[in-house]
């Protein structure tokens, strides 16, 4: 279990209070400090995988709580960025409503003996989540990037979008047997 891949996800755990605070507190300087707090911990996501494959440590705990530190980490930073009037609500609801549905899936799927890995939609649906929560982040102080930010915000929301119809589209056998 303890393993670096392990450690680097339950660092990533530690860091969404931390991020939270900072964005939502009166913190000189937040966009800096959320912003680097935020790809630090988007870096620990990158690293534990590759480190886990190369180093042949994959582990049963890890593969639970990786996906578990992702959807914590997106899900504070997101609604953090409602609070601070940076992302409209009904957006990041289906945002993280997504998150909680594709887990949902995979939790039935794993209970079938069914793994369900993330395919390239997925992983440009998270590229696209971590470059416009670093966008929003960056732009609290300035309406410079209010434009940017929004085509992200549309972008993300369409990747998120088409990423879970794809995914219930591709595993919608494990739904209906599931209920069989």
Not at 33 to 54: C, V
Request: overall charge neutral; proline content about 3%.
């Amino acid at each position: 279990m303890w393993n670096i891949p392990n450690l680097l996800t339950l660092l990533r755990i530690f860091m969404v209070p931390l991020l939270v605070v900072v964005l939502l507190t009166e913190v000189p300087d937040k966009e800096y400090w959320g912003l680097g707090i935020f790809l630090l911990a988007a870096l620990t996501d990158a690293l534990d995988g590759i480190i886990a494959r190369r180093t042949k440590t994959i582990t049963t705990t890890g593969a639970m709580l990786d996906p578990i530190a992702d959807k914590l980490l997106m899900s504070a930073a997101f609604i953090s960025l409602v609070e601070l009037q940076q992302a409209p609500a009904w957006m990041v609801t289906l945002i993280v409503g997504r998150e909680f549905a594709v887990t949902a899936l995979r939790l039935i799927a794993l209970e079938r003996g069914i793994a369900i890995s993330a395919n390239w939609l997925g992983k440009a649906k998270t590229t696209s989540q971590i470059v416009t929560v670093s966008i929003l982040i960056f732009s609290l102080n300035s309406d410079r990037w209010d434009v940017i930010a929004l085509i992200a915000l549309w972008i993300t929301l369409g990747l998120t979008v088409a990423s879970m119809v794809v995914y219930f589209w591709q595993n919608r056998k494990v739904l209906t047997e599931a209920d069989a």
